[in-house]
T-cell receptor, first 116, second 114 residues
Framework: AQKITQTQPGMFVQEKEAVTLDCTYDTSDPSYGLFWYKQPSSGEMIFLIYQGSYDQQNATEGRYSLNFQKARKSANLVISASQLGDSAMYFCAMREGRDRDDKIIFGKGTRLHILP | AAGVIQSPRHLIKEKRETATLKCYPIPRHDTVYWYQQGPGQDPQFLISFYEKMQSDKGSIPDRFSAQQFSDYHSELNMSSLELGDSALYFC?????????????FGPGTRLTVL
């Protein structure tokens, strides 16, 4: 069963608008971490933001914020004031396992296109 | 700040050849991970090492092997290459005592098998 679900294969958004990328996850482990990564066409995987399962507040990093709804098992990424450089593939991911036995499970990704 | 280094960045091989990918983690990071990302796919976990010992294994083919050396760099060895091995291979490193349990990814090695 898919552990990370991103239901939006692609999105087109006008520059300067806010964007919400959806992500739901499935785990029975009470301790987990959620990540968002950006992958531009050049291929590198860029860390954007992290949310721990016990964090009381939603994570924010500059223009990125994570809308964490634990009961719904959702961790949507919000990008405020989108820019042309935000055009990329975005992966939601979850840390599975503990300590040194952990690994990251990725969703299928959402390709975001920012329109001028 | 130092980042994860991967070499080579691009590699072209013929079918049935072997390839070795290298990863140099961020200094002080004690865990290394390898991921494979096929064209248009999400990255898939292959294998990880903690303090030079294999700690977890994912969907890594038997033709592949990996190890972590005393200086913490890691190598992924791939033999009898197949066309389907063409992918972007990421190495990531983590410091297990770090704040976010974040894995820092390298720039990737793009392997093309002809």
């Amino acid at each position: 069963a898919q552990k990370i679900t991103q239901t939006q294969p692609g999105m087109f958004v006008q520059e300067k608008e806010a964007v919400t990328l959806d992500c739901t996850y499935d785990t029975s482990d009470p301790s987990y971490g959620l990540f968002w990564y950006k992958q531009p066409s050049s291929g590198e995987m860029i860390f954007l933001i992290y949310q721990g399962s016990y964090d009381q507040q939603n994570a924010t990093e500059g223009r990125y914020s994570l809308n964490f709804q634990k009961a719904r098992k959702s961790a949507n990424l919000v990008i405020s004031a989108s820019q042309l450089g935000d055009s990329a593939m975005y992966f939601c991911a979850m840390r599975e396992g503990r300590d040194r036995d952990d690994k990251i499970i990725f969703g299928k990704g959402t390709r975001l296109h920012i329109l001028p | 700040a130092a980042g994860v280094i991967q070499s080579p960045r691009h590699l072209i091989k013929e079918k049935r050849e072997t390839a070795t990918l290298k990863c140099y983690p961020i200094p002080r990071h004690d865990t290394v991970y390898w991921y494979q990302q096929g064209p248009g796919q999400d990255p898939q976990f292959l294998i990880s090492f903690y303090e030079k010992m294999q700690s977890d294994k994912g969907s890594i083919p038997d033709r592949f092997s990996a190890q972590q050396f005393s200086d913490y760099h890691s190598e992924l060895n791939m033999s009898s290459l197949e066309l389907g091995d063409s992918a972007l291979y990421f190495c990531a490193s983590r410091w297990t005592s770090g704040k976010f349990n974040e894995q820092f990814f390298g720039p990737g090695t793009r392997l093309t098998v002809l």
